[in-house]
């Protein structure tokens, strides 16, 4: 499975960015979607996941009400639409995806419960 991420750039304080990740190399309503995202000098965290029918969504609390996200089957797509942009979302985001049917018992916020990691796309904005 090969996940392509793009969108990142910079904006301001308030604005807005879309990432989007392509995916390719398996059926993808079998993939379950995320994204993390990793500041300078920070570790690595979660940001949302969406299920592989699109059915659930979750999402870091840091984020809840500004950012959503979304998926396009017949686009083999996932979106993260990023709303009221802070300072402090400045990262480099991580699509990322699970297989599905999962098994394990590794939860959302866990790197362990994903099989694969796109590039980053950074993300930058100014106050």
């Known amino acids: 499975v090969q996940l392509q991420a793009s969108g990142g750039g910079l904006v301001q304080a308030g604005g807005s960015l879309r990432l989007s990740c392509a995916a390719s190399?398996?059926?993808?309503?079998?993939?379950?979607m995320g994204w993390f995202r990793q500041a300078p000098g920070k570790e690595r965290e979660f940001v949302s996941a969406i299920t592989g029918s699109g059915g659930s969504t979750k999402y870091a609390d840091s984020v809840k009400g500004r950012f959503t996200i979304s998926r396009d089957n017949a686009k083999n797509t996932v979106y993260l639409q990023m709303n009221s942009l802070k300072p402090e979302d400045t990262a480099v985001y991580y699509c990322t995806a699970w297989r599905v049917p999962y098994y394990g018992g590794s939860s959302y916020y866990d790197q362990k419960k994903y099989d694969y990691w796109g590039q980053g796309t950074e993300v930058t904005v100014s106050s």
């Open positions: 190399g398996r059926t993808f309503s079998s993939l379950g």
